[in-house]
């Protein structure tokens, strides 16, 4: 099993940034692409960034294209996910997942973070 934690949430004004930290439990994570996504109130879960086993291809939604930034250390298990350039509509729980398949039923997922964006 693989147990995900993430850390570095809370509250900031808009325009500030946060660091988003993901630590992996469980297994050797270098075999994992690793991701995040979020989920605002009445709203459902959507994807903001991943980054692949190796860290050589990283993707982002539109939204947070060049204002977001996804890495990830394979020695320390860990991924991360550097926020700038904040807005309100970025309030949301951010989980961190990690798959070697798919985003779907065969993808491990943390407990969430709270992020909240102030205007």
């Known amino acids: 099993q693989v147990q995900l934690v993430e850390s570095g949430g809370g509250l900031v004004q808009a325009g500030g940034s946060l660091r988003l930290s993901c630590a992996a439990s469980?297994?050797?994570?270098?075999?994992?692409?690793m991701g995040w996504f979020r989920q605002a109130p009445g709203k459902e879960r959507e994807f903001v960034s991943r980054?692949?086993?190796?860290?050589?291809?990283?993707y982002y939604a539109d939204s947070v294209k060049g204002r977001f930034t996804i890495s990830r250390d394979n020695a320390k298990n860990t991924v991360y996910l550097q926020m700038n350039s904040l807005k309100p509509e970025d309030t949301a729980v951010y989980y961190c997942?990690?798959?070697?398949?798919?985003?779907?039923?065969?993808?491990?997922w943390g407990q969430g973070t709270q992020v909240t964006v102030s205007s």
């Open positions: 997942a990690a798959t070697i398949s798919n985003w779907g039923a065969d993808a491990y």
């Open positions: 469980g297994r050797t994570m270098s075999s994992y692409a």
């Open positions: 980054i692949s086993w190796s860290g050589g291809s990283t």
